[in-house]
């Protein structure tokens, strides 16, 4: 078989990118290793800045995020017991987020994809990636007992963190920097009305929490657990007495409870891989970087690397310019070490931790106090939160 760009996964990355090449007429192929249920199985953060929200209107997909989508002006932040409004949309001069989840952006571009007669094969065995420091890069898969060979002009390696394509690339050309924090994020889906109408952000003794949503009946919370604790420790009465403990009188009143649809424990990292681009082969996405999930940049991130990523194909295709694709590295790490930087702050100010003794706990609630007090304090995490312009300083 022979393709423009094969990309490997189908994560939100490489369907977006997918659905971005489609739309520019570039051939692309799709090779993932899981069935299409499985990717959709998984449950991930769901706040979408407008950067993201354009990109997917861009690749013509947006229409039912906009129906279905909730839109956020602003988030709660909760410590001392006490809960204090960040105004996003005041701070930032009228910039909002889009509460909308990551599974159904995933099912979107699915539909799409699948509408368009688009090539993706699921369920491949054995992925590995050829000659990208050639001109004749090849990708290699297994199917139904067969090996199969696709030629493509370029690997787009959308195969997330635990992917061949970073995998692939020699000792000593890439440079791994990397946090593991000392805590898990337990959630849980149910489908029981949110607490309050935006997100509520929770520094307590007790540890995090973070009431999120997905809709006006469903809701998704999170509690900051021990990395040792396992999910099946967890009965739903357990999850719910705990988040109680960790809200505000307001809060604890108007919880509802109900039986969890989803309940799981996920680790939290900071992780960044340099270059992004090896020869013919290009990272992007969870490939390429991990955020912890405080402040939900994950998504946003892979979007607008798989902007830059199509744009710099595009322009090879279209002007037989390599402008785009020789720059795509450092464009992307730009906006990339922003956004790690704003999640671990974040992770770090919410997050209890024990071992920095009282001490710890004081300077945590003198920031937070700075940060709800303060118009430059405020500011700064609103915009973060909302998300940077596409290319800010360059
Ligand atoms: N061959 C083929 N496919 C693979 C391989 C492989 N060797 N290894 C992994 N994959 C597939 C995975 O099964 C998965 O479906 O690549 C896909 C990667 O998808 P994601 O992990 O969702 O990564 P990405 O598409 O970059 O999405 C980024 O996911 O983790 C969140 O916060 C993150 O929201 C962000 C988003
Ligand atoms: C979510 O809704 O899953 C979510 C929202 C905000 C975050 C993280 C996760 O910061």
Redesign the pocket.
């Known amino acids: 078989m022979r393709t423009q760009v094969a990309i490997?996964?189908?994560?939100?990355?490489?369907l977006l990118l997918g659905q971005l090449l489609h739309k520019a007429g570039i051939d692309a192929v799709i090779?993932?290793?899981?069935s299409g249920d499985y990717?959709l199985g998984?449950i991930?953060?769901g706040v979408l800045e407008q950067v993201c929200i354009d990109l997917l209107d861009e690749a013509g997909i947006g229409q039912r995020m906009h129906q279905e989508g909730l839109v956020h002006g602003g988030f709660d932040m909760l410590f001392k017991g006490e809960r204090h409004r960040i105004d996003m949309n005041r701070l930032t001069g009228g910039k909002n987020v889009m509460v909308y989840g990551?599974t159904e952006v995933t099912r979107d571009l699915m539909d799409a994809r699948q509408a368009a007669g688009l090539t993706t094969i699921y369920e491949?065995g054995k992925?590995s990636v050829h000659g990208f420091d050639t001109n004749k890069p090849r990708v290699r898969y297994e199917k139904d007992g067969q090996t199969h060979e696709i030629e493509c002009d370029f690997i787009a390696g959308?195969?997330?963190?635990?992917?061949?394509c970073r995998a692939s690339v020699p000792d000593g050309a890439v440079s791994e920097y990397e946090k593991i924090y000392p805590f898990g994020w337990l959630g849980v889906l149910s489908e029981t009305p949110p607490v309050h109408h935006e997100l509520i952000y929770v520094n307590s003794t007790r540890g995090f929490a973070l009431c999120s949503q997905r809709s006006a009946t469903r809701s998704r919370y999170y509690l900051q657990v021990p990395l040792t604790d396992k999910v099946e420790a967890w009965s739903d009465d357990a999850f719910w007495n705990e988040l109680r403990l960790r809200l505000d009188a307001g809060g604890r009143d108007k919880l509802v409870t109900g039986p969890s649809i989803e309940k799981s424990i996920a680790p939290l990292r900071s992780f960044v891989a340099e270059p992004m681009r090896f020869g013919r082969m290009f990272l992007?996405?969870?490939?390429a970087h991990i955020v912890p999930p405080t402040g939900a940049k994950?998504?946003n991130l892979?979007a607008t690397d798989v902007k830059y990523l199509s744009g710099a194909f595009i322009e090879f295709y279209a002007e037989k310019s390599e402008a785009g694709i020789d720059t795509y590295s450092e464009r992307c790490l730009k906006r990339i070490w922003r956004a790690e930087r704003f999640s671990w702050w974040f992770t770090s100010l919410m997050h209890h931790f024990p071992e920095n003794g009282p001490i710890g706990q004081k300077l945590q609630d003198a920031e937070l106090d700075y940060i709800v007090h303060s118009e430059t304090g405020a500011r700064s995490v609103a915009e973060n939160y909302v998300g940077l312009p596409l290319d800010f300083g360059t």
């Open positions: 490997i996964g189908a994560g939100p990355s490489g090779v993932e290793r899981q990717v998984r991930r953060a990551q491949a992925v959308c195969d997330g963190f635990h992917g061949v992007a996405g969870d490939a994950g998504l892979a």
